[in-house]
């Protein structure tokens, strides 16, 4: 397969892993080090939802992108968490970064739909 350049259409399992190992960075360096508290959480959630478009945008790819972030307290509780798309799975896609610390759970899931 020859190397294509940043601005040609490609599907989204060529970009799949970059894409992945991106977001994990988002997240690490949003939340690394934070405690959980619910009062800064939704700023959180902004924090790393944003970064990740602004990261995405980067790619200068022939997608449009959906970023999804739930920060969740680690605790007894359960969460179950379900989506489903109508696409062309031959180019479009998507990717879920799970990370946790002592204290909270953090879920970014990133859709990308190509134009």
Do not use: H
Request: proline residues 1%; negative net charge; hydrophobic residues 40%.
């Amino acid at each position: 397969m020859s190397k294509k350049s940043q601005s040609e259409d490609v599907s989204f399992a060529e970009i799949k892993e970059d894409i992945y190992k991106m977001a994990s960075i988002v997240v690490e360096n949003s939340l690394n080090k934070k405690i959980y508290n619910s009062k800064e959480v939704q700023d959180w959630v902004n924090l790393v939802s944003d970064n990740t478009i602004k990261a995405l945008t980067e790619f200068n790819r022939n997608f449009k992108y959906v970023v999804t972030c739930i920060i969740m307290q680690k605790n007894e509780a359960e969460l179950n968490v379900a989506s489903t798309c109508f696409w062309n799975s031959q180019i479009d896609g998507y990717c879920t970064i799970k990370w946790e610390n002592p204290t909270m759970f953090c879920i970014v899931n990133v859709f990308a739909v190509g134009l």
